[in-house]
């Protein structure tokens, strides 16, 4: 009896309760009011529930078609680019902390070529970079690319890429006008602007491929899905178990309806031979994959095994934004996210994109293995959720005005566009170019096989531009000491104890600086005869001559 | 400067589009893909094959990852893709027939 008169109030209050919060979320990043975030994330929760007497109601959807639709495209895939490459405007050091090791990476395969260099490889490059990427950027570079262009251009170029294949899943799926509206937010997203900035390359190649992968397997085409299934595994292997997962639930749900149909009378013979049908194309689709990745997986089968024994004894987050920060980077959508899972849930509409957001959720939210890194895929899958929401449940509702549900919509991008603002303004690499400098002055005035030392800070840099050995605490193959004397050296100002802890290292050695976290390095050690200081300009190098 | 940068461009086209454009015109009927579909199949297949190829090639046959066997590769994808299209759309056989 209470939900009877609830209802009727939550049903014509649940628009005006969206545009409010949009414009406090709008009004918030303006500064104008002062919200906790908190508060803003209940209200969207809040938001998301009391959806569910609107889309109970929805009986019928309209397919939303747009006319222009490549032209529109290729606009917002002009502006992600543009975006992308707003912080190389003033400023010329790539973006991010895996630059470095990503530019060694590349060309160490470019180094090899025309091998694979398998053998050869250190444990870390083994266990951290898989081989598809290199592959691919091994083939680039036969044809012109060299590493600096391959992250500072087509990098963001895939990071842009990236709403193609996602318009085109979502109207695979749904249609051009949900497309399109998931294509735009992916555009405005801060999170996928976040992800680029931290140079997540084979992140982003593998949501490419994944998105590729979920249409051929829609589309029921397993040879197509094979190769890009095969690739995807080449390239990123949380990713690739992503979809493994989605993979074995769908097939999960086809054998739960083949059992069904048979406990069924009247069901005909002919939809059992498709269920069946496509139950052996999935299975040997795994298999055929399996058989496929083995030259990639073989030879690193024991690092792989060690790092996956590793998080799931001890689940780590990852390097990336947790979930609470996430919230509130996607607030603008993330209700209309939930709105869009709890419309497919109610609808029973158990597609594959339900199985993405329902696994992905799931590793996010009981923060199963690296969960933070799963925060990429689940962004994508919450922004095609978020257009379901948008537009089945305000664009195309009756009970709705039409200009109402146009202003909402472009409130959503309003707001999602200031956050995304914020981010591109505070985006800064991790290093000035004058601690770059520094660092290419060592590949041209050092010995060619002298070893650096650096703090973990500063090592990727080193690692990419200097072209030497680097040794730095807990990264790479050169390191030989434990976090506690790495501790203890940093902090020391004995130059005994400076000495005893350089001294398992081989010579000729170099100490970089780059002056960052000023307080974690006494330098004050480098000061005496055993050192000399051969750079200070920006960032500081010395010798060790002892 | 130009001609380097030009030479890159055309190098990504080659390497990022040419062998996926190629295949989509196989494996996909006509009208079954619209050319939004056509730009991403022919990105994604291009990025999906033509490295796996020349790995597996590497791997089990020992053959070279250079200039030469790449543009091979991609050729002979684009010539296997235009004798199926060509073939399908019956114009060896209507030429036959009119002969």
């Known amino acids: ?546 | 400067m130009v001609a380097e940068i030009l030479g890159t461009i055309l190098g990504a086209i080659i390497v990022l589009f040419v062998p996926g454009c190629a295949l989509t015109f196989v494996l996909f009927k006509g009208g079954e893909i619209d050319n939004i579909e056509r730009i991403v199949m022919s990105f994604a297949l291009s990025i999906a094959s033509v490295p796996l190829i020349l790995f597996y090639l590497s791997w089990g046959f020992g053959i070279k990852i250079n200039l030469i066997n790449s543009l091979v590769v991609i050729f002979l994808i684009v010539l296997f893709s235009l004798i199926v299209w060509v073939k399908k759309r019956g114009i060896i056989h209507w030429r036959f027939k009119y002969n």
């Open chain 1, 1 to 546: 009896m209470q939900l009877k008169k609830v209802r009727p109030i939550i049903e014509s209050s649940f628009v005006q309760l969206c545009i409010i919060f949009l414009a406090a979320i709008l009004l918030k990043e303006l500064g104008i009011v002062s919200i906790e975030d908190n508060v803003l994330i209940i209200f969207a929760y809040i938001l998301a529930l009391s959806s569910i007497p609107p889309i109970l109601k929805i009986k019928e959807i309209k397919v939303g078609k747009i006319p222009y639709v490549l032209i529109i495209l290729i606009s917002i895939f002009l502006f992600t680019f543009a975006v992308r490459l707003l912080p190389y405007a003033e400023n010329s050091v790539p973006l991010g902390y895996d630059a470095g090791l990503y530019k060694h990476v590349i060309e160490l395969y470019a180094d090899n070529l025309p091998d694979v260099p398998e053998a050869g490889l250190p444990e870390w490059v083994k266990s951290a970079y898989p081989q598809g990427l290199f592959l691919l950027t091994n083939e680039l570079h036969i044809f012109g690319f060299d590493s600096i262009e391959l992250i500072k251009i087509f990098f963001p170029f895939l990071c842009a890429f990236l709403i193609f294949p996602l318009f085109v899943v979502t109207r695979e799926f749904f249609d051009e006008r949900t497309a399109i509206i998931a294509a735009i937010l992916c555009a405005l997203s801060a999170t996928q602007f976040h992800v680029f900035s931290l140079l997540y390359f084979k992140n982003v190649l593998a949501l490419i491929l994944m998105l590729v992968s979920i249409y051929f397997l829609k589309k029921e085409r397993y040879a197509l899905l094979i190769l890009s299934y095969t690739a995807l595994g080449a390239c990123h292997k949380p990713t690739f178990l992503l979809f493994t997962l989605i993979l074995i639930l769908y097939l999960g749900q086809l054998v739960f309806s083949l059992i069904r149909s048979r406990n069924k009378e009247g069901t005909n013979g002919r939809s059992k031979n498709v269920l069946i049908k496509k139950i052996k194309f999935t299975i040997l689709t795994l298999v055929a994959v399996g058989i496929l990745l083995m030259p990639f997986y073989l030879t690193r089968i024991d690092l792989y095994y060690n790092v996956l024994s590793s998080a799931v004894d001890a689940p780590s987050g990852g390097t990336f934004i947790n979930f609470q920060e996430y919230e509130w980077l996607s607030i603008a959508y993330l209700p209309f996210a939930l709105i869009g899972f709890l419309y497919l849930a109610i609808k029973r509409d158990f597609n594959l994109l339900f199985l993405w957001a329902a696994v992905n959720g799931s590793i996010v939210v009981f923060k199963l293995l690296f969960y933070n890194r799963f925060i990429i895929p689940l962004d994508l899958i919450f922004i095609i959720l978020g257009a379901i929401g948008l537009n089945y449940v305000f664009l195309d509702s009756k009970k709705i005005s039409k200009r109402l549900a146009v202003a909402l919509l472009l409130l959503v991008f309003i707001s999602s566009g200031v956050i995304l603002a914020e981010r591109v303004q505070n985006t800064r690499a991790s290093i000035t170019e004058n601690q770059l400098e520094a660092v290419v002055w060592l590949s041209k005035n050092t010995e060619d096989g002298a070893y650096m030392l650096a703090l973990s800070y500063d090592a990727p840099w080193v690692l990419g531009w200097s072209k030497r050995r680097v040794i730095a605490p807990g990264l790479f193959e050169y390191d030989r000491h434990e976090t506690d004397e790495w501790r203890e050296f940093f902090r020391t100002k004995d130059l005994n104890e400076t000495k005893e802890f350089l001294s398992v290292y081989e010579r000729p050695l170099y100490i970089y600086h780059s002056g960052k976290y000023k307080y974690i390095l006494d330098l004050e050690k480098f000061d005496s005869e055993c050192f000399e200081k051969v750079y200070d300009r920006g960032a500081v190098i010395y010798r060790y001559l002892c």
